[in-house]
Structures are given as structure tokens and as C-alpha cells.
């Protein structure tokens, strides 16, 4: 039995329950919701870091890290698999899947800009940060489109535009992309995305 420690609104969390979903892992899963910013042991003994997604293994192995977690699944359970096998394709799923988490964390810092006192916030950073999001976001639908199937690039695309809708929600990206757009309405049906939906 492998644990996931996760809380509802994480994208990276949401990113390794949905590639658990999708590998038909999930029946073998213990969730343990967690708020890692209140600091709790039991997540703090498992990951030092305090972040989740900590996914401990059945042998007791905690691993941190949405990335790390999602390539230990691939070795450790390869079928069915999230990535293509061989180049190019293998290494443009990688490629769309590193944008994938950059948006993610870039919408993280604004969240955690927000966050800070109006005397600590920088407009330089969050217009740094939400200027990279309107290119990486132009860039997903304009030549990185996640390829057909649902692999770990159209996970990571899927889970943090549903993390943009979640936290910026007056940010208009889908006019930016209407072909981003067509490719995310296409894939919010799947059972994965449906069950790891964050709460509105
Ligand atoms: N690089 C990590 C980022 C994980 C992360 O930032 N998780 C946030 C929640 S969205 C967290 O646990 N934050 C608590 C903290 O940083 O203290 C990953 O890909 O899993």
C-alpha cells in the first residue's frame, strides 16, 4: 500500500494522484490530506522539505517532488505508460511537461506573493511571473500542445491550467489560446481530472 500525502488544492499533488489514477494505481493508495503550511509531523517526519506531494512507497521509501514521484511510477510500474518511449517524442513530452510545472510554480509565487503583507510585495516579481505565464501559456497552444493520449504532458498542462482557473481566475487564458482552450475542454471529462478536481 502506497501513501500520498496531498491537500486538495496542490497542483504538483494533484499532478501525482491523477498519474496514479491514470496507471490504475489509485485502489492502492492511502490518502492522507495534509495543510503542510501548519506544519504537521507526521508530514514533516516522512519529507523534511513539508511539501506535498510526499508519495511514501510500499517498502516505506518517502519520496518528494512531483517529478521525482511521477519517474519513480514510470520505472517502478511502467504500463500503462505516461511517456512516449522513444525521441523526439519522448523528449517533447518532457519538454511540454518542464512548462507544464514552470506555470504551475509560477502561479504558486503569485499566490504566496499575494499572501505577503502589502509593504513586502513586489509588483516587479508578480509582473515578471505573470508575464511568463501569458508566454508559456501562448507558447502550449502555439507549438507545444500535449500530444493525443494523456501522458505526462497533458497531466501537467491539464493540472495547472485547472490551478490557474483555481487562483486566477480573472486571468483571461483562453483568449490567448483558443487552441489550448479546445485541448482542455477535450480532456476535463476524464475520470483522473474529474475525481482530483480541487474544491471550488
Ligand atoms: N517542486 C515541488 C513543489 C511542491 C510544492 O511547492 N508544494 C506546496 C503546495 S502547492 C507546498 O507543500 N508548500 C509548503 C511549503 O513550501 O512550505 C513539486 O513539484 O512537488
Known sequence: MMKLFLSPTSPFARKVKVALMEKNLYPDVEEIPVDPWSSPAELIRANPLCQVPTLVTGEGLALANSDSILDWLESRFPEPALRPANDPDRGR??????????????????VLERRRPASQ????????????IGRVVTALGDRFLPTPGFGIDGIGVACALGYLDLRLPE??????????????SGVASRPSLQASAPPV
Open 171 to 184: 486571468y483571461p487564458w483562453r483568449e490567448r489560446s483558443p487552441s489550448l482552450t479546445r485541448w482542455f
Open 121 to 132: 510585495r513586489s509588483a516587479t516579481f508578480t509582473d515578471r511571473r505573470m508575464a511568463a
Open 93 to 110: 513530452a518532457m519538454a511540454i511537461a518542464a512548462q507544464a510545472h514552470g506555470l504551475m510554480q509560477y502561479t504558486v509565487d503569485i
